[in-house]
């Protein structure tokens, strides 16, 4: 359901909550439009607004809203980002704060990383996180101000432990199109693979 909704409704749709994901309300799903007015709920299903849907405080996590919502893109505008930059910065919230650089690759709408099996980033594992991807578009010099649209995901990090080979093959195929290796049942034992589930996601352009 929640893939055929976001098919749906690809050239207004900002996010999209699971009741799983939502408090005050005993909704489905949730469905935040930029060209909604005016709420309204149909089939147990609430289509809203940015401004309504932080005003009446659904969502069980406290993460931010944006100052200037006349900036947000959609929600397949933010993967078409994450389509095209390589790579981003994944924040965790742990003894101390800490954010590393991280190649992604995106499989059926969801966002995996490759990494090894130690490093500090998975201090984060099963955790809220957060991570953000820039597309630089440039300095605009008359107006003093550098362009750039950019992607910032919020979400549970976790090991992905099914699946593995066909999305160790997706990942090569995005870094090293052409390449072809035979993955091994070894190799595949070895390699950690991780995901974000994701909760909420702000696409935003900063042009002039």
């Known amino acids: ?17 699971t009741k799983e994901l939502l408090k005050n309300c005993d909704y489905d ?15 147990n299903i609430l289509y809203t607004n940015y401004q309504d849907f932080y005003k009446r405080d659904y969502l069980k996590y406290s993460i931010p809203p944006i100052r200037k919502p006349r900036k947000l893109l959609t929600y397949n505008d933010g993967f078409n980002i994450l389509n095209k ?3 981003g910065t994944l924040a965790i919230s742990s003894k101390v704060p800490y954010c590393t650089s991280l190649n992604h690759f995106v499989v059926d709408g969801h966002i995996y990383f490759h990494c090894g099996h130690t490093g500090y980033k998975l201090e ?74 994701i909760i909420h996601m702000n696409v935003k352009k900063h042009f002039h």
């Open 124 to 197: 984060g594992l099963n955790q809220l996180v957060c991570y953000n991807v820039v597309d630089d578009l440039g300095i605009h010099k008359e107006v003093f101000t550098h362009n750039h649209q950019s992607v910032h995901i919020y979400g549970f990090l976790k090991e992905v432990k099914e699946n593995k080979k066909a999305l160790l093959e997706a990942f090569l195929q995005r870094f090293t199109p052409g390449f072809t290796k035979n993955l091994n049942d070894q190799m595949i034992q070895n390699s950690m693979l991780l995901e974000i589930d």
């Open 85 to 87: 930059v390589d790579y």
């Open 1 to 17: 359901m929640k893939t055929e909704l976001i098919k749906q409704y690809t050239e207004n749709l900002l996010n999209i909550y």
């Open 29 to 43: 799903y949730i469905l935040v439009l930029n060209n909604q007015e005016e709420s309204q709920v149909i089939n």
